[in-house]
């Protein structure tokens, strides 16, 4: 029987504050984490030790992060309700916002086969499609019907080769 072979590299590196999301470019020169704080950072993976490069800030926390093929662009939600997306690596350039949820935005989710389509997740019990490009909003599913308890979504993950999209969602409440 031939097995995989998984070579595991590691780095160890103290952050001094709490990292909520990691990506490595797609390019895999580097490193980005997102905190607690709302700082995206960007670290050169070949030299870990040196201090990381402050690629953008939110006002809020910032709870996930994704970066686009080719790395063009980084897409982060936040606790304030706030999806951003901007172009890579001049995070300081925002391309659009996908507003439209109306609590903590919990997840991102890409899907590769639909490179346009950007699936997010909340605390608002919904989970929304976007076209991520313009910001604009295709879709709502509601997990709270009227006079249910509220619910949150924590996670959501797209089929990546499927003819339709299947966009897979965990609910807690």
């Not at 780095?11 to 607690?36: F, G, N, P």
Request: net charge negative; proline share 2%; hydrophobic share 35%.
């Amino acid at each position: 029987l031939a097995s995989d072979v998984y070579t595991y590299i590691h780095i160890c590196r103290s952050v001094a504050k709490r990292v909520t999301s990691l990506q490595i470019s797609e390019d895999e020169q580097y490193l980005l984490t997102a905190d607690k704080t709302g700082t995206v950072t960007r670290y050169r993976l070949s030299d870990i030790s040196c201090d990381g490069e402050e690629m953008m800030g939110h006002l809020s926390m910032i709870l996930d992060m994704v970066m686009v093929s080719h790395d063009s662009h980084v897409i982060t939600c936040d606790r304030d309700e706030k999806i951003r997306v901007s172009r890579y690596p001049n995070c300081y350039n925002i391309e659009t916002y996908c507003l439209g949820h109306t609590e903590f935005v919990s997840c991102l989710c890409l899907c590769e086969k639909w490179p346009h389509l950007l699936v997010s997740a909340s605390g608002d019990g919904t989970v929304r499609s976007w076209e991520w490009r313009n910001g604009r909003l295709l879709d709502t599913h509601h997990f709270s019907e009227d006079g249910q308890d509220p619910v949150t979504v924590t996670q959501v993950v797209c089929s990546r080769n499927m003819e339709q999209p299947l966009i897979v969602a965990t609910v807690e409440g």
